[in-house]
């Protein structure tokens, strides 16, 4: 029976390409995997946004930072909202902290979730074993996606018997702050999917934009090769770090240079993302990695979480 619904109303969002919200899906629970930053972020504004949610990770001791994290992230943003209105503060608390539960295995949560957003670590064997195991235990209207920053969504699907119902929802760090949301369609995933991704998103409060799954999607394949570049440029003496940063901060109108951005995004998780792509696309240039960024890598300067990377702090 889901089968023959699913491709009716697939049909219908076909051929009503202007009404295609109507299509969408409500989401009423979310589960988020993965307790780091990204998803305790996820499930934070998923709960503010009146949504049921649960994060799991199998880690208890990361579950409890990660509500730690989000309460204190909740009460800035209580007291930004409500001022003086200590009740309305309070209100605003209770109900968002109640709307999110944790657990520790994720088969059982997924039987009773309308979407499941991953957030683990970026490994495809990794993501595959898990998508294995949710694949099995969840019911087929169940949506999956990856909220992976540079992996293939449909090489992470491909374990899966979902494909239709499987895209990616890149959000942004940090989480309750940007406003920006990229939603991934593969070749498989069906116009509803899209739909109800795309509705989900505008209920986050984000800024939802369509991309096709294609590396680094839209941010990330602009972004990381420019960091790529202005590293090159610095590598042949054009300018000095501090020199090219102020260049693109006062000509081009960036808030912050390349090679600050670098330090803060992470020079490992920059070179992480080149290394995954220049593999899968050799010819490429522009995604081979530059021998500085190995090296500080090397060197343990990972930019500001270490203390150090193109900058000292």
């Avoid at 023959?4 to 989401?27: E, F, G, K, W, Y």
């Avoid at 499941?116 to 999956?144: W, Y």
């Avoid at 499987?166 to 069906?190: A, Q, R, Y």
Wanted: aromatic content about 6%; charged content about 20%; hydrophobic content about 40%.
């Amino acid at each position: 029976h889901y089968f023959i619904q699913s491709n009716l109303r697939m049909l219908a969002c076909r051929n009503v390409a202007a009404a295609v919200t109507s299509c969408a899906r409500a989401i009423s629970h979310v589960t988020v995997i993965g307790g780091g930053l990204m998803g305790s972020g996820i499930t934070q504004v998923a709960a503010q946004t009146g949504h049921k949610v649960t994060l799991v990770d199998l880690d208890q001791n990361i579950l409890d930072q990660s509500t730690q994290r989000i309460s204190k992230s909740l009460q800035r943003v209580a007291k930004k909202k409500f001022g003086e209105d200590a009740e309305g503060a309070k209100g605003f608390m209770e109900s968002t902290m109640g709307a999110i539960s944790t657990a520790t295995s994720a088969g059982p949560v997924v039987e009773g979730t309308d979407l499941v957003i991953e957030a683990i670590v970026e490994n495809m064997a990794v993501k595959h074993a898990l998508f294995k195991e949710l694949d099995a235990a969840a019911p087929q209207n169940v949506i999956f996606t990856s909220n992976t920053s540079s992996l293939s969504i449909a090489e992470i699907a491909a374990v899966t018997s979902r494909k239709d119902r499987f895209g990616g929802l890149h959000f942004f760090n940090p989480v309750p702050v940007m406003k920006l949301l990229e939603v991934i369609k593969t070749e498989d995933t069906s116009p509803e999917t899209m739909a109800t991704l795309m509705s989900f998103g505008k209920d986050m409060g984000k800024v939802a934009i369509q991309c096709s799954d294609t590396p680094g999607f839209v941010v990330n394949r602009l972004l990381v090769p420019n960091l790529a570049e202005a590293i090159r440029m610095l590598e042949r003496g054009v300018a000095t770090a501090q020199d090219i940063d102020t260049a693109m901060k006062l000509g081009a109108g960036h808030p912050m240079g390349p090679l600050q951005l670098a330090d803060y995004v992470g020079l490992d998780t920059a070179l992480f993302i080149l290394q995954g792509w220049h593999e899968k696309y050799p010819d490429v240039e522009l995604f081979k990695p530059p021998e500085t960024l190995q090296r500080l890598v090397s060197e343990g300067k990972l930019g500001n979480k270490s203390g150090e990377g193109f900058y000292k702090y």
